[in-house]
């Protein structure tokens, strides 16, 4: 059965660096979207991407954040410069449509923010 | 304001026992929801799903009911066993948008 891949597992960095989350989505899927879970929070909306360009962004996204499309199978999340509080599970999902279908998520990157 | 909220932040059940699990959500508007189950360092998995025109789905030992007039989204769980054990979480999608809105979730405990 398909299913939503992320790389690494895991990524340790110092605050104000550059991180870049990669995410390989079910291969028939048109619609991206990456969330966040600070460690014992919920699941929260980051932004969702179609067609090439982002769809919707929550207050959370702003100018550090960046999602990208490189090639035909990868979406990538990129932190510019990394604060503490960006510290959390990050999960890439894909969907087929639109808000009224299913999102399957991968197993998510744990950035840890030093 | 839209939000999606947990009763019972600890669900402890007998092993065989049938589990319930209760959401509320604020959003009269939504019209999808969606019942994940997370198990400790993996993403949230798919379980079941429901639109706002049903008011009943069965999955494979699992049900959701919807009852929209007082808002409340229950995930049943029929003969728990052990590999049941993780948090559940709810989600409702906000109309004419793509995100998920989540709720705290609720932590499954299933008792040998």
């Known amino acids: 059965e398909p299913e939503v891949t992320q790389t690494p597992s895991h990524q340790v960095t110092q605050m104000g660096q550059e991180v870049i989350l990669r995410c390989v989505p079910i291969?028939?899927?048109?619609?991206f979207y990456w969330y966040r879970q600070i460690l014992g929070q919920k699941v929260e909306f980051l932004v969702s991407?179609?067609?090439?360009?982002?769809?919707?962004k929550s207050e959370i996204f702003d100018d550090q954040f960046s999602v990208e499309r490189p090639d035909g199978s990868n979406f990538t999340l990129k932190i510019r410069s990394t604060k503490l509080e960006d510290s959390a599970m990050y999960f890439c999902a894909s969907g087929r449509g639109t808000s009224t279908d299913t999102q399957y998520f991968g197993p998510g990157t744990r950035l840890t923010v030093l | 304001g839209e939000s999606v909220g947990l009763h019972l932040p600890t669900l402890s059940v007998q092993e065989g026992d049938n589990s319930i699990i209760n959401c509320a959500y604020s959003?009269?508007?939504?019209?999808?929801f969606i019942w994940y189950k997370q198990e400790s360092g993996k993403g949230p998995q798919f379980i079941i799903d429901?639109?706002?025109?049903?008011d009943k789905r069965q999955g494979q030992r699992v049900t959701v009911l919807l009852n929209k007039t007082v808002k409340h989204l229950s995930l049943q769980i029929a003969a728990t066993q052990p590999g049941d054990s993780a948090v559940y979480f709810c989600?409702?999608?906000?109309?004419?948008?793509?995100?998920?809105?989540f709720g705290t979730g609720t932590r499954l405990k299933v008792l040998a």
């Open positions: 991407f179609y067609n090439n360009e982002i769809s919707e």
């Open positions: 989600a409702e999608t906000d109309p004419g948008t793509y995100k998920y809105i």
């Open positions: 291969s028939n899927h048109l619609y």
């Open positions: 429901i639109r706002s025109n049903m």
């Open positions: 959003n009269s508007a939504s019209d999808y």
